[in-house]
């Protein structure tokens, strides 16, 4: 059966525009909070695959999105490398043990070791695929390398991302290790997702914006089209997904073989457009906040579909659902989407 947002991933023609939401298995929805008290924590939850796999389907029966995406966290890669992760209550995900020199990196798993230790996703690819209908798409995801290793060198999440950034201008070697390690392990991950069952692939860089762009290229994005390339080698028929954050500057400078490009909320859709628009499928952009107003999220959604006109889009938020959104308002956007999209 066809899929609508696999079809809108590769440019085709589809009866609305589709829609899914970031963070859309999460703590807005009661169901989710009720899964979650049950497994314990955060990282039982993603290792149960029975329960990843029931989270991962709520936001698809209850809010009515076009796309599952696997519940999971980018930091288990991480994790799996050998390195000690934490979610600590109130402050979020901390590693005991960053990276601070070559013996540092030599310690951690590498390659198809590290890939191999993830199967309690993989699994939970199997029973979603097993449950989720026919016509939905699952996106399977990763962090982008250098998200991966601002966690992994500044043990805990930054705002100004100083021990990392040091190291880029005084050490470019040592985190361009760090960088090539943690991109093979992504390559191996992402491919076990895809023989899994995953229909689309996503890979977030959530802190692109700290690096300037005249060095952007050089430390995310030629990691992250490797990754592309790499899988799109293998699997031309898997769509991916890239979705740097905060990088419009950076725009005239995007290349790559990839088919899908986030836009977040700051940036003006009509600039993703013009830049990128004939050459990439744009997702996005509604600013999650305009949730909390049903008028200010069907004035933003009227917009946006204004702009794309249904052509070579797919909607989203421009960042993640927060948790304090009422459920009626996310389903009231999903809503809207396809209201103002739908072919007549």
Known sequence: MSKIFVDACLGKETPYTPVWMMRQAGRYLPEYMAVRKEAG???NLCHDPKKACEVTLQPVDIVGVDAAILFSDILVIPDEMGMDLSFVK?????????????????????GEEAASKLTYVYDTIKLIKEKLADDKALIGFTG??????????????????????KMMYSNPELLHKILVKVTEVVKLYMEKQIQAGIDVVQIFD??????????????SWKYMVEIAEYLKEKYPHIPIIMFPKGIPAFYDRVYGNFDVFGVDWATPIELAKEKL?????????????????????????????????????IFNLGHGILPDVPVANAKHFVSECQRVSAKK
């Open 41 to 43: 924590n955060f990282l």
């Open 90 to 110: 109130g402050e979020g995900p901390k590693f005991s043990d960053p990276i601070t020199c070559d013996a540092d990196i030599e310690r951690l798993i590498g």
């Open 144 to 165: 982008a390398p250098w998200t991966l290793a601002t966690y992994m060198i500044e043990g805990q999440g930054t705002k100004t991302y100083n021990i990392c950034k």
């Open 206 to 219: 959530s802190w692109a914006a700290a690096i300037e762009t005249e060095k952007y290229d050089e430390f």
């Open 277 to 313: 628009g004939d050459k990439y499928v744009l997702q996005g952009n509604m600013e999650p906040c305009r949730l909390y107003s049903k008028e200010a999220t069907t004035a933003s959604v009227e917009h946006i579909q204004s702009v794309m006109q249904s052509k070579r889009h």
